[in-house]
């Protein structure tokens, strides 16, 4: 039995999957696998898989229908006869309705190809977000870490000066309770940074990814004047105006069913009453009286077209305003971002300077906690200020109907 157990301790320790960790993946290579199995892409390959189906069916539907019949007869007072036919149905001429339709399921399969850029942008955007954000309480959490030691070390000496005389018992209370404060604050992130971890498990499996901020450098210098904005290079745009065009060639296309229909049939077989024989016919329908159903549905059709044009230029006032307003909201955080920084080193020399003079008696509590205070705080919001910057430039960059490798180049 301790042989077998042996055995097997063995080939766990051998077997890579065990002895072998995951290696971090940078940004860039955790937002490829991502995108590489993202349910939104797949699904949306599907409908351009349904789309060409739709277009080649309506293809076959435009050539002759053949039909093969037998049959066999035979009574009490004649012989066995039997007949074979061939018979074809030809449709010949509808006003250029199923050119119409032809061409508005070519449009389809167009908008869907065209939602694909949109789909991958949006795929990206999510998955962008869920990234940064694991950056984002990768770093909140060293800080938080850092200010809990810290503040342990503060108290550990408040304590020793309180025993020798030299500090109030209610300095030492404030420190313990500051201690207990951010180790608080430090569980919450921790399960705030646990949450995103999990959400990209479910995308790729793991969540083991470097922890450093991609494109730090680029977005504090990023400038954006290099940039236009065109709503017609949209692919969301261009996907709906495709859709609205094939709307509208249905709606010319339902119009056409209220006039005659003119179709072709050709029979050709072997008949047991008078041999080879075969025939031809032309033939012209007009819909007279089918309880509205034809104007009904041109109606229907018409609205649907109304609606989707309303739509269309709604989304259109609205693509503009969303460039807009990324542009501007990058600038200000920008500008923000890079005082905080210059604020932060200054409140760093402050903060070790105080936190020395502390330790050799010459300040009290509250003068350290002013300046350490500061110093963290300004440390958490430039934090902050890094994650809004990346998920600023990437809505920017999306604004303008483009990946977010364009806007880093």
Not at 222 to 242: A, C, D, I, M, R
Not at 317 to 336: C, G, P
Request: proline letters at 2%.
């Amino acid at each position: 039995m301790k042989i077998i157990k042996l055995i097997l301790v063995m080939l766990i320790i051998l077997n890579p999957a065990f002895s072998e960790e995951i290696k971090p993946l940078s940004f860039n290579a955790a937002l490829n696998e991502i995108l590489s199995n993202h349910w939104r892409i797949q699904s949306q390959e599907f409908k351009i898989k349904s789309s060409e189906t739709r277009l080649i069916s309506h293809k076959l539907s435009l050539l002759p229908a053949i039909r093969a019949s037998s049959s066999q007869s035979q009574g009490s007072l004649s012989p066995i006869s039997r007949d074979y036919e061939l018979k074809s149905d030809v449709n010949i001429f509808r006003w250029g309705a199923d050119i119409k339709t032809l061409n508005a399921l070519e449009l389809d399969l167009l908008s869907e190809k065209m939602n694909m850029d949109q789909t991958i942008i949006q795929a990206e955007r999510e998955a962008t977000q869920i990234l940064v954000n694991i950056i984002f309480y990768s770093k909140k959490t060293l800080i938080l870490q850092e200010i809990v030691t810290t503040y342990r070390k503060l108290f550990e000496t408040a304590k020793k000066r309180y025993e020798m005389g030299k500090l109030a018992l209610q300095e030492v209370e404030k420190l313990e309770i500051d201690l207990e404060n951010a180790k608080s604050n430090l569980a919450d992130t921790e399960l705030q940074s646990l949450s995103q971890q999990l959400e990209l498990e479910k995308l790729i499996g793991h969540s083991q990814i470097q922890t450093e901020w991609p494109w730090q450098e680029i977005v504090l210098k990023k400038n954006l004047k290099n940039f236009s904005f065109s709503v017609s290079e949209l692919p969301s745009w261009k996907g709906l105006k495709t859709k609205l065009d094939a709307e509208e060639l249905r709606t010319s296309q339902t119009k056409w069913a209220f006039l005659p229909a003119l179709n072709g049939n050709l029979k050709y077989g072997y008949y047991s009453s008078w041999g080879t024989a075969w025939s031809a016919s032309i033939n012209v329908s007009m819909p007279l009286f089918e309880p509205w159903s034809t104007y009904s549905q041109f109606k229907m059709q018409k609205i649907n077209t109304q609606d989707l044009e309303v739509q269309f230029r709604k989304r259109t006032d609205n693509f503009r305003s969303d460039y807009d307003n990324a542009q501007k909201s990058f600038v200000i955080l920008q500008d923000a971002t890079l005082s905080k920084e210059k604020a932060l080193s200054t409140a760093k020399r402050l903060y070790e300077n105080s936190f020395k003079r502390f330790q050799l008696g010459f300040i009290t509590v509250n003068d350290l906690a002013l300046d350490e205070q500061r110093f963290y705080d300004l440390e958490l919001s430039f934090n902050n200020g890094i994650k809004e910057l990346h998920l600023s430039l990437v809505r920017f960059c999306h604004s303008l109907g483009f990946r977010l490798g364009h806007c880093l180049e």
